[in-house]
């Protein structure tokens, strides 16, 4: 097993940042530190007509300074020594300039030392990669594990394999009930990049490499389509696509176009792990986010105050940025990392348990703001951007039984497997998680037959969120098909994105078991 080093250029810049944080800490009651990030990426994508490859590169430094009132940051993308002093001495006038307003509280932190931060709860592949008597000016390094890097692929050997699986696609297609000519469009799309980040304050000195691949495949009949996107954080191995895997969507494009439309009503539902986790996404994931609570935005932070349950003993929501295997996958889930944008290393978070409320996810000011812990939540979508409390990724814990079990105890009804959005209201507790289609279930077996919403398009799922949470009837085990116990210990999570305010994008996973609901409101 190999691990993501750091780049060489960024080795060098890591050297003179502890210097620059004696300029910034120019009062000793201020907070001071420094992140740098540097990402750069590969795009391939093949159809039946062309080609294409594309780029992207940013680098960019931020220096921050709280002064126990505000939260101060600086940002350029001039890495030089030179300017990076300009930018330092800029940023400690600008904080000396400032005056806090009269009635505001002085909220004082300090930085968490070696000796807290390794009496915390660890995953072994963090705790695993810090250096034995780890001090404060001691270089931590965290990269992700790989079998096959895929930044070594050349374009070639990529848009070959891209093309080949666009073959195959064609080949399989009447295996799926698909006549010549009805396959009308393919898309395969690899994404290949890397994310590095150094993290500097008085009390640490951390950096992580990442690699982020996924592969995207689009399959069309008319205007019916088909689509999945696998990968994670790791190596070419987490992106592989079987025949089996293909065969699957192109019946389920078969299936698509044939789909009659679903009356709106009241429904038994079993959500598959991507549905589920959407779900959790976004009735206890927006809503839980400190920066949220803060504003008095949510709902969430007066429940949890006030104890009160929002859903049955099924209701238990995780958010978790350190998860380095993705249920049965070959590589880490998609919304993880080692530490957040303000160095703050990544750990597990219950955020509803069993029905019940826990402390929300945070960034620093948000969990200075409210008094309640720090968590890996401090994410931004690039250095030229705010630090908001954002998810990771966000899932329900699993259950006890297989997908088998789940069926035959719904009788009749229906599974949904792929998403179409989702939004929410953290203030009005209400929820919407968007459906392409339905599989029918007939004596707790598949008949076949798909439906999508009444007008042929996708389905809705609303409710209030209490409600939605008190309607889980039973969830499956991690590993759904097999009766023996589970030897994963995370659920799946699928990749995603996630916005925050119609902006702000920034990478997120979401997850957890196929779960069993009465009564879902469909439309």
Known sequence: MNRAQLSPDLQNLRASLPDLLGTLQANPDW????????????????????????????????????????????????????????????????????????????????????????????????????????????????????EKDPREISTETRIAHLKSLLSRAQELAPQAGLENGELSFVLVRDTVSTEESIFVDGESNLSQSLIRIARTVVLMSGSERSAERIGGMGGEEGIELTDAKLLSMLKELKGVKNALPLAPGRYPVILGPTLSGVLAHEAFGHSQEGDTCARGRSMAWDLFHSGEKVGNEHATILNNPAIYKNGEEKIAAWGSYFFDEEGWISQKQVLLDQGVLRSPMTNLTSALRL???????????????????????????????????????????????????????????GIQVGIQFLEEVKNG??????????????????????????????????EADSKTPDAVEHPFNDAGGCGKYHKEIVHAGCGGPYMYMRDVLLG
Do not use: C
Not at 128 to 141: L, M
Not at 374 to 399: D, I, L
Not at 448 to 477: C, E, N, W
């Open 31 to 146: 907070y001071v530190s420094i992140y740098l990030e540097k990402k750069s990426g590969l795009n391939f994508s093949a159809n039946l007509r062309q080609t294409q490859i594309s780029d992207s590169f940013s680098t960019g430094v931020v220096l921050r300074v709280y002064d126990g009132y505000s939260l101060f940051e600086q940002a350029s993308d001039q890495l030089d020594r030179a300017s990076l002093q300009r930018e330092a001495e800029r940023l400690v006038k600008r904080v000396r300039d400032s005056k806090p307003d009269a009635a505001a509280q002085k909220r004082p932190y300090s930085a968490p030392t070696w000796q807290e931060r390794l009496s915390m709860e660890l995953d072994p592949e963090i705790r695993s990669q810090i250096p034995a008597n780890v001090q404060a000016k001691t270089p931590v390094h965290f990269g992700i594990a790989f």
């Open 371 to 429: 008094g309640v812990p720090r968590s890996a939540n401090g994410k931004r979508e690039s250095w030229a951007h705010g630090v908001y409390t954002r998810q990771t990724n966000t899932y329900f814990s699993a259950g006890t039984k297989t997908l088998d079990d789940l069926m035959a105890m719904m009788g009749d009804g229906y599974i949904a497997l792929h998403p179409a959005g989702g939004m929410e209201d953290p203030k009005g507790m």
């Open 445 to 478: 077996k598949r008949t076949g037959r798909v439906f999508k919403g009444p007008s042929g398009g996708h389905l809705q799922m609303t409710g209030y969120v209490p409600d939605v949470l008190a309607s889980i009837v039973d969830k499956s085990k991690i």
